[in-house]
């Protein structure tokens, strides 16, 4: 009988390589000496000793293709959240992963990795201190989430040590990071059209916003640990700076190291809240004839104004992480990075 000879454990894919997290990712293990494939639906970039195949995940040949003598599985690709569209969040992130898991059984991929969220276990109300224990969202806050809480679930329980197929879900929250097309270009934007001035709520609300290497950090981690005989099988970790930082001094701190005002003014959240219901119901009824995007989601809005922060006791257990990079250098790193956002610029 013929031996199937497995790739190099340090041959790996990433699914989502184009992206922030993909692209740093890419980037890290280049450096540790991996061999990377990038396979995304759009290539952002060139680096040497990259493969790239551009391809939608939901192609199952052209993933195939991409995962030839693949060991190991990075999955970072999602649209994002901002689209809003249900259809394509439950094609890409739902049907298109359960693509992804099929393609990695058929090629002899030993292992996947997945960026899931912390949010899919959030609902909108405060949660402080959470662990991986918590129960999924019951009535997820969006539709991404949604469709992240079945993602989720789909690589967990794909995890099969007799056939030799071990997966992990990391769920990162608030990254952030050079690069990012999301956290600074929202807030900059935000503050340019002068709508940055007002504090939601009392301030006073604790949240995790986690460097994008730190993030890095723990999928590789996870993946170096992942191995029949480990805890991680089929079990998702918090990766996060471990400094829950009040989310308007954030703001704050991004916000005057660009040289903007820092917001002032408090607002009451309810009220907040009760207004970004409406303006999403409006925009929901009105999308048949415009699509409109409003700034104040009820989404953002609850991640403003709400304590959401994770424990990850269980990845400093079970994986060793502590977050190499601190969030005060993480922060100057990132304002550093953008200096074509600069007020005035
Ligand atoms: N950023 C954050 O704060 C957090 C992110 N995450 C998760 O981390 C992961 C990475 O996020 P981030 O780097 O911010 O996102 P990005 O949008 O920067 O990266 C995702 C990449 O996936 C690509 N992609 C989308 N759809 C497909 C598809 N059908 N086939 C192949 N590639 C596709 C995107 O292309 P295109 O841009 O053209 O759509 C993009 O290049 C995601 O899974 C996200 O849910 C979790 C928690 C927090
Ligand atoms: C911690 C965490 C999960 C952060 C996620 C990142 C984004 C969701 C935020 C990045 C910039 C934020 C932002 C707002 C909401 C949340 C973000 C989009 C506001 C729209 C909230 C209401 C305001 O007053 C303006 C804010 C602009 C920046």
């Given at each position: 009988m013929a031996t199937r000879i497995r790739p190099s454990s340090k041959r790996c894919a990433v699914?989502?390589?184009?992206?922030f997290l993909g692209r740093h990712l890419v980037e890290k293990l280049l450096e540790k000496g991996y061999t990377v494939t990038v396979f995304d639906i759009r290539q952002s970039y060139e680096l040497p000793g990259v493969a790239f195949h551009v391809g939608d995940l939901c192609d199952k040949q052209a993933l195939l293709t991409a995962l030839q003598d693949v060991s190991l599985v990075f999955h970072c690709a999602?649209?994002?959240?901002?689209?809003?569209?249900r259809a394509l969040f439950q094609k890409v992130n739902v049907d298109g992963t359960r693509i992804v898991i099929q393609a990695c059984q058929e090629r002899g991929v030993q292992k996947l990795v997945l960026t899931s969220s912390a949010s899919v276990v959030f609902e909108g109300t405060d949660i402080k201190d959470?662990?991986?224990?918590l129960p999924y969202a019951?009535?997820?806050?969006d539709y991404y989430t949604e469709t992240k809480i079945q993602q989720e679930k789909l690589v967990l329980e794909a995890c099969d040590k007799d056939k030799g197929f071990l997966t992990v879900a990391i769920r990162p929250h608030g990254i952030f990071g050079p690069?990012?097309?999301q956290l600074v270009p929202i807030l900059v934007d935000t503050a340019r059209r002068g709508k940055m001035k007002f504090i939601i709520g009392d301030g006073s609300n604790l949240v995790d916003f986690t460097f994008v290497e730190n993030v890095v950090h723990g999928h590789i981690l996870a993946a170096e640990h992942l191995k029949p005989d480990s805890p991680l099988c089929g079990k998702a970790y918090h990766i996060t700076n471990d400094e829950p930082v009040r989310f308007w001094d954030f703001m704050s701190q991004v916000l005057v190291g660009l040289g903007y005002d820092a917001p002032r003014y408090h607002l009451p959240y309810q009220l907040v809240y009760g207004i970004a219901l409406l303006l999403w119901l409006v925009a929901l009824l009105l999308r048949p004839l415009v699509r409109i995007k409003p700034t104040f989601t009820p989404m953002r809005v609850a991640l403003a104004g709400t304590h959401h922060y994770y424990s990850c006791a269980r990845a400093k257990e079970d994986?060793?992480?502590?977050?190499?990079?601190?969030l005060k250098e993480g922060i100057t790193r990132t304002v550093e990075s953008y200096p074509h956002l600069r007020k005035g610029v």
């Open positions: 699914i989502g390589g184009s992206g999602s649209p994002a959240p901002a689209s809003d569209d959470g662990k991986e224990e019951k009535k997820p806050i690069q990012d097309p994986m060793g992480y502590r977050p190499p990079v601190s």
